[in-house]
């Protein structure tokens, strides 16, 4: 690939968000580069979920379709590499408008008029011994995504540190609408782990997350106080093992389908996003993108955020949303460009 090409959009960024931006972009003949290191956030899930069409169906499935449909335009591009640098100037090559110079860790230069951030959020997992092994496979932090089908285990949802009473409480009232089958002492299949003493009656949380959490309790949801200590394999049996400490140092193993967990986030390429300006905002579990609706702009005027990076709620359809909507922003956002342009050439700007 040449050295300095101009396209009209760069994306940084070949997840969900990036390719629908490229798609929408391929229906108005606009050329595009999708740079991607193809390491995404959901490596190692057995299946994407609540994705319309497409239920059930492996990740990398849906990557190469999407692929296949987008090269059938013929006007979208492709890099393996990794953006080290994006800066917006003036571009002599699109009548000193001001685009952007994306740089790449192999020494690659490309000019876009308009830049797509897609480049996603990635995990930081809590220093439990065993999460990171067992993420994403028996670790789920969405229930609409996974957990469906081990809805008939026992589960768990891990709430360390319980500074939220909400997440627990109403992922608990999730795991008990997947299945309301109670065990013979007549508890649910849902045990909520604090990992270590709490008393929601003392903390600071809101009534209505006391109430909440008052409410699954009496659906049968248990509340194990003891500290947890480890995530273990269970194999082959299907689950994680839990292993659990008490107040006098006693541990114990207890088998769950799966455990339920949200953690923190981190804005991948932040250095970039900082470098070029772009606003960020506080979000639930991290910051994110601050975009303006509908089209997913940014307040640098060119640029777009699709992606888990720019949406308050992660899912892949999320992500497709916000990918033809920036590229909705960039078509109308270049049609008006080209208009002064056409007016400016006959004189009549």
């Known amino acids: ?130 999460y990171k092994e067992n993420w994403p496979r028996n670790i789920y932090q969405c229930l609409f995504c996974d957990g469906w089908e081990r809805k008939d285990t026992e589960k768990a949802i891990l709430a360390v540190p319980m500074g939220n009473g909400m997440i627990p409480s109403l992922m608990a009232s999730m795991c008990l609408g997947m299945n309301k089958e109670k065990n013979s002492d007549g508890s649910a299949k849902v045990t909520i782990l604090t990992g270590g003493p709490f008393d929601f009656e003392t903390s600071n949380f809101e009534p209505s997350i006391v109430k909440q959490l008052k409410a699954v309790m009496t659906r049968g949801v248990k509340i194990d106080q003891r500290k947890v200590v480890a995530l273990e394999s269970s194999e082959p049996t299907e689950g994680v093992n839990v292993r659990l400490q008490d107040e006098n140092g006693e541990e114990e193993k207890v088998h769950f389908g799966f455990v339920v967990h949200k953690p923190q986030t981190e804005l991948n390429g932040l250095e970039i996003i900082k470098e070029l300006g772009v606003e960020t905002e506080k979000g639930g579990h ?64």
């Open 1 to 130: 690939m040449a050295s300095k090409s101009l396209f009209d959009a760069i994306i940084i960024g070949g997840g969900p968000g990036g390719l629908s931006a490229a798609l929408g972009l391929c229906r108005q003949s606009r050329t595009c580069l999708v740079i991607s290191h193809k390491v995404f956030r959901n490596d190692g899930i057995e299946a994407s979920h609540a994705v319309l069409g497409h239920d059930h169906t492996h990740p990398q499935e849906i990557w190469a379709k999407a692929r296949q449909q987008i090269d059938r335009y013929g006007t979208t591009s492709y890099a393996e590499d990794e953006v080290i640098s994006a800066k917006q100037q003036e571009l002599p090559e699109w009548n000193s408008h001001k685009g952007f110079m994306v740089k790449s860790k192999s020494g690659q230069t490309w000019l876009g008029k308009t830049l797509v951030l897609a480049m996603g959020i990635k995990d930081i997992f809590p220093a439990i011994e065993g």
């Open 286 to 349: 991290g910051d994110t993108i601050k975009v303006i609706q509908p089209f997913q702009a940014t307040n640098i005027p060119g640029l777009y955020a699709a992606g888990d990076s720019g949406v308050p709620m992660t899912h892949v359809t999320s992500a497709m949303v916000s990918g033809v909507s920036a590229a909705g922003g960039i078509v109308h956002y270049l049609n008006g460009l080209d208009d002064e342009d056409a007016l400016a050439s006959a004189g009549l700007s």
